[in-house]
């Protein structure tokens, strides 16, 4: 099952006024959820004061306060870009997740994107109906007090992609 049939099982059904009654796109069924904008690409930081800094103080970007989200194991400031976002990840505890991609990535980098839905259970079903492994079994609130998961990197091209309940 590769990507061309990964996305034809949610591509929409099409009818035009010279339809005939069998439509071509008539055994395609219609997703029951749709992939929306980009929310935020996240990056893990060894010293988010200094971070904090380069986009507000050299870069003149908007910048939020600190928010601690111990559910996740981080702290996260969000840097405004007017189309997106940048979230800025430091560890929050021992078993933060952000604290072992440090180990392995010293100065940092890209850690996930997200990408908000306008349904995420139903994304959550049909993603595990295609064999996308999704990180928990249910939602967790992210940082913008809206649901979100995490989906495999491994089954998204080296990407962890989150998504979140527009």
């Known amino acids: 099952s590769g990507l061309l049939s990964r996305l034809q099982t949610c591509a929409p059904t099409v009818q035009t006024p010279s339809s005939s009654s069998k439509s071509f796109s008539q055994n395609i069924p219609s ?14 930081v060894p010293d988010l004061e200094k ?3 380069l ?4 870069l003149g970007a908007q910048v ?8 996740h194991g981080v702290y996260t400031i969000f840097v405004e870009l007017g189309n997106t976002k940048l979230e800025l990840l430091h560890p929050l505890g021992e078993k933060s997740p952000i604290a072992s991609f440090l180990q392995k ?12 839905v306008d349904d995420i259970k139903a994304a959550m079903t049909e993603l595990k109906k295609k064999k996308i492994r999704i990180l928990s ?5 992210g940082a913008h007090g809206k649901p979100v998961i995490f989906l495999h990197p491994k089954d ?7 998504l979140e309940q527009a």
Do not use: F
Request: glycine share 8%; proline share 4%; with cysteine.
């Open 31 to 44: 997703c029951l959820w749709k992939l929306g904008r980009l929310n935020h690409v996240a990056i893990a």
């Open 51 to 53: 971070a904090q800094s």
């Open 55 to 58: 986009y507000k103080d050299v």
């Open 64 to 71: 939020s306060e600190t928010v601690a989200l111990p559910e």
């Open 105 to 116: 990535n010293k100065t940092g980098g890209m850690h996930h994107i997200c990408i908000e």
């Open 137 to 141: 079994e249910e939602p967790k609130i």
């Open 156 to 162: 998204c091209h080296g990407v962890l992609v989150e």
